[in-house]
């Protein structure tokens, strides 16, 4: 008599699932947030005249809320964007940016305010002659700092080129000045001999 234990139990272990591990079904990871972050955040100016304004500046990336203390204006979640403030003495600014996690990046920035605006200044004078002939171009050109404005006394004034032009008929002495916020002066004179 011969023996068919195992032809009869092969099949029969294939048929009940003996056979090989399977794979468990695929898992999704959990979506994970990214965490906020505050990208920018400065003043522009930097010092401001007491009275005067300027402007805050900051920028959030994955914020679901941000917030700023002291508060001067409303402000929410943007890439870039600037708020008025107006401070009446040095202020520290907090900005906070809070993600979907619920996990925030905190940021200060100091603010200067001063009682007088920096002094202007004029500098770097330059004179295609000081000597001409009756008629004949003068040109003065100059550099300012901390000027809100600049003055001259006679001549035609290109303000975004820094210079000035005159066709004078006689000896002329020319008075240029940088004006500040505050009524600061810094004053320059040319004198042009005209031959």
């Not at 002094?119 to 770097?124: A, G, H, N, S, V």
């Not at 901390?146 to 005159?166: F, P």
């Amino acid at each position: 008599m011969r023996k068919i234990i195992p032809f009869v139990i092969a099949p029969l272990a294939i048929l009940l699932g003996c056979g090989p591990a399977s794979t468990p079904p695929a898992t999704t990871p959990k979506e994970t947030s990214k965490p906020a972050k505050i990208t920018q955040f400065y003043a522009s100016p930097a010092v401001i005249l007491k009275g005067a304004s300027g402007s805050l500046c900051y920028g959030v990336e994955n914020a679901t809320k941000v917030t700023l203390s002291p508060a001067t204006d409303e402000v929410w979640p943007s890439p870039s964007r600037c708020v008025q403030i107006r401070p009446d003495r040095e202020t520290r600014y907090t900005l906070t940016a809070t993600g979907a996690d619920g996990k925030s990046e905190v940021k200060t920035l100091d603010v200067t305010s001063v009682e007088v605006a920096p002094t202007p200044r004029l500098y770097d004078l330059w004179v295609n002659a000081l000597q001409v002939g009756s008629g004949e171009q003068v040109k003065i050109c100059f550099k300012t700092e901390h000027g809100d404005d600049v003055e001259i006394s006679t001549g035609r004034l290109y303000k975004d080129a820094g210079c000035l032009t005159d066709y004078p008929k006689a000896t002329t002495t020319y008075k240029i000045a940088a004006v500040g916020k505050g009524g600061g002066r810094d004053t320059r004179t040319v004198t042009v001999k005209v031959r």
